[in-house]
């Protein structure tokens, strides 16, 4: 019960900005004045608050304000996506310290991976002149599907060799801190409510566009995970019933017709892309049908799909095509911002949730063409139209949002309030 109230403490402080007095405290938690004041003198003495000053409030004694003290913790995020794998250091208001970015090795086994990941995150903490006690852990936001229970990453899209890999105990072994393994679109929304301010209140849904496509659910503050961990696989649903074929055996899923790989083999089909991943110079007279607002092929061959590690430049390279004035490119963008707005509407009636955020490593080629066209499309197919709208926005967390939601997973799991502290172990 101590530690569950400790937590209740300062996770109210930590909502606080501006800091709170041990009689707001008390107030807000609705705990006796001398639990919190006990409470308060632990956190002070861990260092994980500070007294900042003091303030009157109407008549007696001015009243010492409490906040956060940032630097009283760190934490590790790690993003692993086929495409890039990004490390982000944080400290306990979840600032970003520091940060690194490398392309991600598909060729090279897991075990070179981890051993290189390991290495990372030790360079990383030893850059940063931080203690290692003042570490609280490391967390890891991978592609799924996962094991929760084990820690493990079980056979993830365009990770070869990744069968079944316990990437949580192997890296704690290589960095000799604890770890903590969630899905990259689960870790995206957990940034999102730490970090996203205003968006990543009440209930939302977080679309990830990543290597991969998913969705993180957030209701009423809570995320959902689903009973093994992974929840949010939406690669299923059907965005254009006249796509092409998926291997469900279904026509037009999200996996063949939304997906950046999908977007890039369309575009090197029409010519605006070489297999290079640079923008053609001109194309043959046999694509001209690709007009801004009409179809493109319904069948955008998987041989024309890139390797992961392509997909930054060819995507950046897509974009630039279509803000150069590139009606097929433009047109390419927009069809997709097309499917992706029926497959939120599907998610958004399936929850009723009153927000999406859309987020990850590709979010920022999207957005132009994602931010005005989506909301009119989720307000067509809303049952709840006529009770409340649905908000669309990009993330607020920042670039980094899987590393950064990854280092939010150790500090929630560290100081949030959670029921399960309440539990006596047998």
């Given at each position: 019960?101590?530690?569950?109230?400790?937590s209740?403490i300062l996770?109210?402080v930590?909502?606080a900005?501006?800091g709170?007095?041990?009689?707001q405290?008390?107030?807000?938690?609705?705990?006796?004045?001398?639990?919190?004041?006990?409470i308060?003198r632990?956190?002070?003495?861990q260092?994980?608050?500070?007294?900042?000053?003091?303030e009157?409030?109407?008549p007696?004694k001015?009243r010492t304000?409490?906040r956060?003290?940032?630097?009283?913790?760190?934490?590790?995020?790690?993003?692993?996506?086929?495409?890039?794998?990004?490390?982000?250091?944080l400290?306990?208001a979840?600032?970003?310290?520091?940060?690194?970015?490398?392309?991600?090795?598909t060729?090279?086994?897991?075990?070179?991976?981890?051993?290189?990941?390991?290495?990372?995150?030790?360079?990383?903490?030893?850059?940063?002149?931080?203690?290692?006690?003042?570490?609280?852990?490391?967390?890891?936001?991978?592609?799924?599907p996962?094991?929760?229970?084990?820690g493990?990453?079980?056979?993830?899209?365009?990770?070869?060799?990744?069968?079944?890999?316990?990437?949580?105990?192997r890296?704690?072994?290589?960095?000799?801190?604890p770890?903590?393994?969630?899905?990259?679109?689960?870790?995206a929304a957990?940034?999102?409510?730490w970090?996203?301010?205003?968006?990543?209140?009440g209930?939302?849904?977080?679309?990830?566009?990543?290597?991969?496509?998913g969705?993180?659910?957030?209701?009423?503050?809570?995320?959902?995970?689903?009973?093994?961990g992974?929840?949010?696989?939406?690669?299923?649903?059907?965005?254009?019933?006249?796509?092409?074929?998926?291997?469900?055996?279904?026509?037009?899923?999200?996996?063949?017709?939304?997906?950046?790989?999908?977007l890039?083999?369309?575009?090197?089909?029409?010519?605006?892309?070489?297999?290079?991943?640079?923008?053609?110079?001109?194309?043959?007279?046999d694509?001209?049908?690709?007009?801004?607002?009409?179809?493109?092929?319904?069948?955008?061959?998987a041989?024309?799909?890139?390797?992961a590690?392509?997909?930054?430049?060819?995507?950046?390279?897509?974009?630039?095509?279509?803000a150069?004035?590139?009606?097929?490119?433009?047109?390419i963008?927009e069809?997709?911002?097309?499917r992706?707005?029926?497959?939120v509407a599907?998610?958004?009636?399936?929850?009723?949730?009153?927000?999406?955020?859309?987020?990850?490593?590709?979010?920022?080629?999207?957005?132009?063409?994602y931010?005005?066209?989506?909301?009119?499309?989720?307000?067509?197919?809303?049952?709840?139209?006529?009770v409340?709208?649905?908000?669309?926005?990009?993330?607020?967390?920042?670039?980094?949002?899987?590393?950064?939601?990854?280092a939010?997973?150790?500090?929630?799991?560290?100081?949030?309030?959670?029921?399960?502290?309440?539990?006596?172990?047998?």
């Amino acid at each position: 019960m101590a530690d569950f109230n400790l937590s209740v403490i300062l996770d109210a402080v930590r909502r606080a900005p501006k800091g709170l007095s041990r009689v707001q405290l008390a107030g807000l938690v609705g705990l006796a004045p001398q639990t919190v004041s006990n409470i308060c003198r632990r956190l002070l003495d861990q260092e994980l608050i500070i007294e900042a000053g003091k303030e009157a409030a109407g008549p007696g004694k001015p009243r010492t304000i409490l906040r956060l003290n940032p630097q009283g913790m760190y934490a590790v995020g790690v993003h692993l996506d086929p495409s890039l794998t990004t490390y982000a250091l944080l400290d306990l208001a979840g600032n970003q310290i520091r940060r690194r970015q490398h392309p991600t090795d598909t060729v090279a086994g897991p075990d070179q991976v981890i051993a290189d990941m390991g290495a990372q995150i030790l360079e990383l903490v030893r850059d940063s002149g931080i203690e290692t006690a003042r570490i609280a852990g490391v967390g890891v936001a991978t592609p799924g599907p996962i094991d929760s229970h084990q820690g493990a990453v079980v056979d993830p899209p365009d990770l070869p060799g990744w069968g079944r890999v316990l990437l949580r105990n192997r890296l704690a072994e290589a960095t000799g801190l604890p770890v903590l393994l969630d899905k990259d679109v689960t870790a995206a929304a957990v940034a999102e409510i730490w970090k996203g301010g205003a968006s990543g209140t009440g209930s939302f849904v977080f679309f990830y566009l990543g290597t991969g496509i998913g969705c993180g659910m957030v209701l009423n503050g809570e995320v959902v995970r689903g009973s093994s961990g992974n929840a949010g696989e939406i690669g299923h649903i059907v965005a254009d019933p006249d796509g092409r074929v998926c291997d469900c055996g279904k026509r037009g899923c999200i996996r063949v017709t939304c997906m950046p790989s999908t977007l890039v083999a369309e575009a090197r089909e029409l010519g605006v892309l070489a297999d290079d991943g640079g923008a053609q110079e001109r194309r043959g007279a046999d694509d001209g049908g690709a007009q801004v607002g009409g179809r493109g092929p319904a069948s955008s061959g998987a041989d024309n799909r890139p390797a992961a590690g392509e997909l930054p430049e060819q995507m950046a390279a897509l974009s630039e095509a279509a803000a150069s004035g590139d009606e097929a490119a433009r047109g390419i963008l927009e069809r997709s911002a097309a499917r992706v707005g029926c497959a939120v509407a599907v998610v958004t009636n399936l929850l009723d949730v009153e927000r999406v955020v859309f987020g990850g490593p590709f979010w920022g080629y999207l957005k132009e063409y994602y931010l005005d066209p989506v909301p009119a499309l989720i307000r067509e197919r809303s049952v709840t139209s006529g009770v409340h709208s649905v908000e669309v926005v990009g993330t607020g967390a920042g670039d980094d949002v899987g590393a950064v939601g990854a280092a939010c997973l150790v500090l929630e799991h560290r100081l949030g309030p959670h029921a399960a502290k309440l539990l006596l172990a047998d």
